[in-house]
C-alpha cells in the first residue's frame, strides 16, 4: 500500500471508525467493511467431508488429503424433494449469522459481496460450476422486496454468476402469495404449511430442460427450495442444486 493510501485509510478510520460486529474491534484494514479479519476466518466454514445431499458437515476426517463426500444417515432414509442436493458455504453460526442478519433484517446490502467471496471460495473448492444453464434466486415476494428495498437471494445470485459462467441469472421464478418469515415458524410442519404453492414460474418458462441452481442465503429445513424446485420442475427443469451461504440445523 503506498504512503497516501495508508495516510488517507488512516483518516477515514479515525473519522468514521469502524467496529467488527462480532466482536466489536476497532477496523483497521478495508478488507472487509464488516469484520475483523479473526473472526471472518473464524467463520464456520463447511469443509469435506459433507452429504452429498444436504450439504451438512459431518465429523472431520483426519489423514485425507481429500476426504470423500458421503451422505448422511438422515437423508439416506429420506432425500430432500424436489431437489438433487444442497450445497452450504459456513454453517448458521459465527460471523456468518451475524452478517446474515444484518444483511437481510438490518439494510445492508453490501454484505452480499462479503458472504458471496465466501461462497465463490467454497464453490471453487467442491463444485463443478460449469455444469449449470441458470442462476436462479428464490424470490421474495414484491411486497416484502418493496419493504426491504432488495431481494437478499438476488445480490447473492447476482454477486456469483460470474463464477458459474456460462450460466445467466434469470428472476422468472415468483413468489406468488405472500409468506411468513420461516425463522418465525416454529416447527417443520408450519414451515412447510407456510410455503406450499408460494412459488411459480410466470409467463413463458425459459427452464426447459435446464440444470440450475438455486440460490438462497440460509437453509433450515429445506422447505422453502424444495418448493422452488416443485416450481421449477413444473416449468420443465431437468434438475436443480441449491446453494445457500449458510446451513442451519433444523428446529425440533
Ligand atoms: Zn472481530
Ligand atoms: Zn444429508
Not at 111 to 137: G, K, Q, S, T
Not at 188 to 197: L, S
Request: net charge positive.
Amino acid at each position: 500500500m503506498d504512503a497516501l493510501r495508508e495516510w488517507s485509510l488512516t483518516l477515514k478510520n479515525l473519522l468514521l471508525p469502524v467496529f467488527c460486529k462480532q466482536c466489536g474491534r476497532w477496523l483497521l484494514t478495508e478488507e472487509n467493511g464488516f469484520f475483523c479479519p479473526t473472526c471472518w476466518e473464524l467463520t464456520p466454514r463447511i469443509k469435506r467431508p459433507f452429504c452429498t445431499r444436504c450439504g451438512r458437515p459431518h465429523s472431520e476426517v483426519v489423514g485425507f488429503d481429500r476426504p470423500p463426500n458421503f451422505p448422511c444417515a438422515s437423508c439416506r432414509e429420506k432425500l430432500p424433494a424436489h431437489v438433487r442436493r444442497i450445497y452450504g458455504a459456513a454453517r448458521y453460526d459465527g460471523a456468518v449469522s451475524e452478517a446474515i442478519k444484518l444483511f437481510k433484517f438490518h439494510d445492508r446490502p453490501r454484505l452480499a459481496a462479503v458472504l458471496a467471496d465466501l461462497m465463490i471460495e467454497f464453490a471453487r473448492e467442491n463444485m463443478d460450476c460449469a455444469a449449470y444453464d441458470f442462476v436462479v434466486p428464490v424470490p421474495l415476494h414484491r411486497v416484502r422486496e418493496r419493504d426491504r428495498g432488495y431481494n437478499q437471494s438476488r445480490l447473492l445470485a447476482k454477486a456469483l454468476t460470474l463464477a458459474f459462467a456460462p450460466a445467466r441469472l434469470d428472476e422468472s421464478l415468483c413468489r406468488i402469495r405472500p409468506t411468513k418469515v420461516q425463522s418465525g415458524l416454529a416447527d417443520q410442519k408450519a414451515r412447510r404449511a407456510n410455503v406450499i404453492g408460494a412459488f411459480a414460474v410466470v409467463g413463458e418458462s425459459p427452464f426447459q430442460h435446464a440444470t440450475i441452481l438455486l440460490v438462497d442465503d440460509v437453509v433450515t429445513t429445506a422447505g422453502t427450495v424444495s418448493e422452488c424446485g416443485a416450481a421449477l420442475k413444473r416449468a420443465g427443469a431437468a434438475e436443480v442444486d441449491v446453494f445457500a451461504a449458510a446451513l442451519a440445523a433444523a428446529p425440533a
